[in-house]
C-alpha cells in the first residue's frame, strides 16, 4: 500500500512539472485512484494508476518521436512508430523508431528511454574491454560515448549510444558505408533529447 503511494505522488509531481497536460484524461484517471484509494478501493486505484502511468508513457513517446530524424539527402524515410511497455514486461521502457532506405541500402534509428536493460549497456559502454571484445570500438559522437561497429566486407554496422543515463540510441545499417551510419546517428538532436 506504501508503494502505491509513493507511485501515486510521484505521477502527480510529474504533472504538476507539465501544466500544459493538468486537464487531460491522465489528471483525471489519477484523480479518480485518489478518490479510490481513500475509498480503500485499492484494486480499482491501483489498476486507474497502471492506465494513466501507460498514458503519460505513451505522451512521452509522442515527444520522443519527434527527435527522431528527417531522411538523410537522397533517402526516403518511413513514419516513425512507437511502442510503450508497462513494466511488467522486461521492466518496461518506451521505444521510439524510424526506417530509412535508398535502393538496397537500409538504415534504422531507435530511441529507447527508461528501460532498466540500459544499466547493462552502461556496463558495456563503460567498459572498454566490453566494447571491444565483441567487435566494437568506442568513440565520442557529438559528444557522446558510443560504440560503433562496422563490417566492411558486408557493408554493415551499428552504432550504440548512451545519452545521460536514461535513453540508449542504436543505428542500424545494412549495404551501406560507415560514414552514412555515423551521419544518421549524428542527426539526432542529443541535448534536447536529454532533456526530455
Request: charged fraction near 20%; proline fraction near 3%.
Amino acid at each position: 500500500m506504501k508503494k502505491l503511494y509513493v507511485l501515486l505522488a510521484a505521477m502527480l509531481l510529474v504533472l504538476q512539472c507539465h501544466p500544459s497536460q493538468a486537464e487531460d484524461t491522465v489528471l483525471t484517471t489519477i484523480e479518480e485512484a485518489v478518490r479510490q484509494y481513500k475509498a480503500g478501493d485499492y484494486a480499482e486505484a491501483a489498476s486507474n494508476l497502471d492506465y494513466a502511468s501507460q498514458l503519460i508513457r505513451q505522451q512521452k513517446s509522442e515527444k520522443l518521436q519527434q527527435l527522431l530524424p528527417e531522411a538523410p539527402p537522397g533517402w526516403q524515410a518511413k513514419e516513425a512508430t512507437a511502442q510503450s511497455i508497462g513494466s511488467a514486461i522486461l521492466g518496461g521502457g518506451i521505444t521510439v523508431s524510424r526506417e530509412y532506405s535508398k535502393g538496397g541500402s537500409s538504415l534504422s534509428l531507435e530511441i529507447v528511454s527508461d528501460s532498466p536493460v540500459l544499466q547493462s549497456v552502461l556496463m558495456v559502454i563503460n567498459n572498454p574491454m566490453f566494447a571491444g571484445a565483441g567487435g566494437g570500438k568506442l568513440e565520442t559522437l557529438k559528444g557522446q560515448r558510443s560504440i560503433v561497429k562496422y563490417d566492411s566486407n558486408k557493408q554493415e554496422g551499428e552504432v550504440y549510444i548512451v545519452v545521460g543515463g536514461r535513453f540508449m540510441v542504436t543505428v542500424k545499417g545494412s549495404q551501406v558505408e560507415r560514414a552514412e551510419l555515423i551521419r544518421l546517428a549524428e542527426a539526432v538532436d542529443y541535448e534536447q533529447l536529454a532533456d526530455h
